[in-house]
Nanobody, 115 residues
């Protein structure tokens, strides 16, 4: 099994920046893809960004050019740098790991973009 712990959420004004972190532990050798999802009130959970073991990245159209996903293999951590934040980015952000044991989820971290 893979355990994931997110951090870095909070309240930020429109146009501001935040960096989310996701620390993985457990069977990390079996992870194929790690990603960030988000879920806003009344909406379905959606993929924000993903990164493969080979560092291929994929982004939702709504965040392209503003968000960057990266990984530090030495720290078993994936990051989501979020710039030029908009009110519509407000959501609970979840870290996800897709491994040989199936998907694993973090507990979620709240991001609120408001003036």
């Amino acid at each position: 099994q893979v355990q994931l712990v997110e951090s870095g959420g909070g309240l930020v004004q429109p146009g501001g920046s935040l960096r989310l972190s996701c620390a993985a532990s457990g069977s990390i050798f079996s992870i194929n893809v790690m990603g960030w999802y988000r879920q806003a009130p009344g909406k379905e959970r959606e993929l924000v960004a993903a990164i493969t073991a080979g560092d291929y990245t994929n982004y939702a159209d709504s965040v392209k050019g503003r968000f960057t996903i990266s990984r530090d293999n030495a720290k078993n951590t994936v990051y989501l740098q979020m710039n030029s934040l908009k009110p519509e980015d407000t959501a609970v952000y979840y870290c996800n790991a897709d491994s040989l044991n199936g998907p694993s989820w973090g507990q979620g971290t709240q991001v609120t973009v408001s003036s």
